[in-house]
């Protein structure tokens, strides 16, 4: 079963940095061939797509509110996606979700983001 588990989150004061894993299992193919995103759900707001990274290890979007400061990356040969975090803002308070772009998904637990001095 395709899973995503997240990790790396914590507590962080406003300008810092945070880099977010996640670790992939249950692959049909290889991790270069799957589209994958980081998402982001703030208490009550829906959750929204920050960042994804495609095909080839290459990113094709971010969201504005994160864009410059946030990097996504992979590492096909550990199966983990990774999200770089740094100049954070109290607004990315969030739990934050990796997963496949394309098809159904399952949600996991994600990872707690808190940006607050």
């Known amino acids: 079963q395709l899973q995503f588990v997240e990790s790396g989150g914590g507590l962080v004061q406003p300008g810092g940095s945070l880099r977010l894993s996640c670790a992939a299992s249950?692959?049909?193919?290889?991790?270069?061939?799957?589209?994958i995103g980081w998402f982001r759900q703030a208490p009550g707001k829906q959750r929204e797509l920050v960042a994804t990274i495609t095909t080839g290890g290459r990113t094709n979007y971010y969201a504005d509110s994160v864009k410059g400061r946030f990097t996504i990356s992979r590492d096909n040969a550990k199966n983990t996606v990774y999200l770089q975090m740094d100049s954070l803002k109290p607004e990315d308070t969030a739990v934050y979700y990796c997963n496949k772009i394309l098809g159904l998904r399952s949600w996991g637990q994600g990872t707690q983001v808190t940006v607050s001095s």
């Open positions: 249950g692959l049909t193919s290889d991790l270069d061939y799957y589209a």
